[in-house]
């Protein structure tokens, strides 16, 4: 059973006790993130995620580190595109003080300048680890370059040479600007009593202001004041000739987190890495988060690529040998939505395993699943589903994302029963509507000198004619 409502101050609230467990997940999802930034400030969101576990203004880090550790050492935060999150898991007996804890770490944040200094350091060694990792650099250099109009495509940890340049004045402007009650979700499941966790949440998040309020606050300004002092602050850093190189001729865009949605421009594009696999990802536009169709569009995905009896792994794994490592997998967001292919193989193979992707794209959009294949991945993905079904976790996260997508929550029952509804025809017109190569974006990643690039390109090409 879920419970919805709103806290006295305007904090959005969902819920969904659980029986027979002695465990609670709990997360607060503020509705800001790498697509609310500008070219000028991509990284913020990301930063301040990092700086909420560096001391408030009454827990050093060191208090904040005790405090976990006796609830299980199981908190954490994470950043994407469309909200930053503070969320863990605990015990029932610790769900006070767990709220206590996450009520504190985002209204009382010091961002102290020389915290701040030393985890900038670990943010530019975070953006280097995925540049160092083709895997990670194949996804986001995509998406980048598909959605390089909108800030959809933004990168959430931001760029080195922006992030090195934030100050402490900066990042409390920024939560002056977002963290309001209006723009929060808390989402919470496992074993409580719904009146015990509203209790509890209404204690640890009381100081969260209003909109409204929070304009009122002292030290606050609007975005045109904290634009001008900190012009005046940053104003011979500005002058720098790097920072005019690369951002001195664009104009103060504006944010893209509307409801329209991002222009897709099918893009190839490559990255020159010095190891000895190449990583080939394709991308189709396809559903965004909580799309209705998202039970047909698991079969999908589960019968084309994203299991090990997929489509694409039996017959350019098991079958060719063409690739070490080849699946599917969606990125779904509000307002737009990806489907992806990822293959890691030889170079010398690349030109050869993409042409038979493509034919197996092909074929699965003019034949789609059989009733056998029906049937066998519908078992999959009920099985999936009862599974992370028995984690506070996973429900606290699935409850939160379709909550902030603003569409329907279902039971488990419920969404059995929709798995259960779906039928080959269903499967079939999705896979007709996403696997269109004549809309499909391509990136390579790996040693340039030992893969036929041209060719790739090439092939690429072909498929928009």
């Known amino acids: ?170 990042l409390h402007q920024f939560l002056r600007e977002h963290y309001f009650a209006e723009n929060m979700l808390i989402s919470a499941a496992g074993g409580y009593e719904e009146e015990e966790l509203k209790s509890c949440l209404m204690r640890a998040f009381a100081q969260v202001c209003k909109r409204a309020e929070r304009k009122k606050a002292k030290g606050y300004q609007s975005p045109q004041e904290a634009a001008a002092s900190l012009k005046r602050e940053k104003g011979k850093e500005l002058a720098l000739a790097p920072y005019h190189q690369e951002y001195g001729h664009r104009k103060e865009e504006k944010k893209q987190s509307g409801a329209m949605p991002p222009h897709y421009r099918r893009s190839f594009a490559s990255a020159n890495k010095d190891i000895e696999q190449l990583h080939l990802n394709i991308a189709f536009p396809a559903l965004c988060v909580g799309d209705e169709r998202r039970f047909a569009y698991s079969i999908l995905n589960s019968a084309f690529g994203g299991s090990n009896n997929s489509r694409l792994f039996q017959k350019i794994r098991e079958e060719a040998g063409m690739a070490y490592s080849v699946y599917s997998y969606s990125s779904a967001y509000k307002r737009a939505g990806l489907f992806h292919i990822d293959i890691t193989l030889q170079p010398q193979l690349a030109v050869l395993a993409l042409g038979k992707v493509a034919e197996i794209v092909e074929e699965f959009a003019e034949r789609g699943l059989t009733q056998k294949e029906l049937d066998l991945h519908k078992q999959q993905v009920r099985t999936e589903l009862i599974m992370s079904a028995e984690s506070p976790k996973t429900r606290m996260d699935a409850n939160a994302k379709f909550t902030l997508a603003g569409t329907k929550i279902y039971t488990l029952e419920e969404k059995l029963a929709h798995v259960d509804a779906v039928n080959c025809r269903q499967v079939l017109e999705l896979a007709k509507e996403v696997f269109r190569l004549s809309g499909a974006s391509l990136c390579v990643v790996g040693d340039k000198s030992a893969t036929d690039l041209r060719g790739l390109r090439k092939m690429w090409e072909q498929w928009g004619n």
């Open 1 to 170: 059973m879920f419970y919805q409502y709103k806290l006295p101050n305007g904090i959005e609230v969902i819920s969904e006790p659980m029986a027979n467990r002695r465990t609670v997940a709990l997360g607060v999802f503020v509705k800001v993130g790498s697509q609310d930034e500008t070219k000028e400030n991509n990284g913020i969101s990301h930063l301040v995620e990092h700086m909420f576990f560096k001391g408030t203004r009454t827990k050093s880090a060191k208090e904040i580190a005790d405090i976990t550790a006796r609830m299980g050492d199981d908190v954490n935060a994470f950043t994407s595109k469309e909200c930053t999150a503070l969320y863990g898991m605990t015990i029932t007996e610790k769900l006070g003080e767990f709220a206590e804890l996450l009520g504190n770490l985002l209204t009382e944040p010091l961002f102290d300048s020389k915290e701040l200094a030393k985890e900038k350091r670990i943010v530019m060694d975070e953006i280097d680890m995925y540049e160092d990792s083709p895997e990670d650099l194949v996804h986001e250099l995509l998406q980048k370059r598909v959605w390089r109009d909108d800030a959809l495509g933004f990168l959430i940890s931001g760029t080195k040479s922006v992030v090195r340049k934030f100050h402490s004045e900066e």
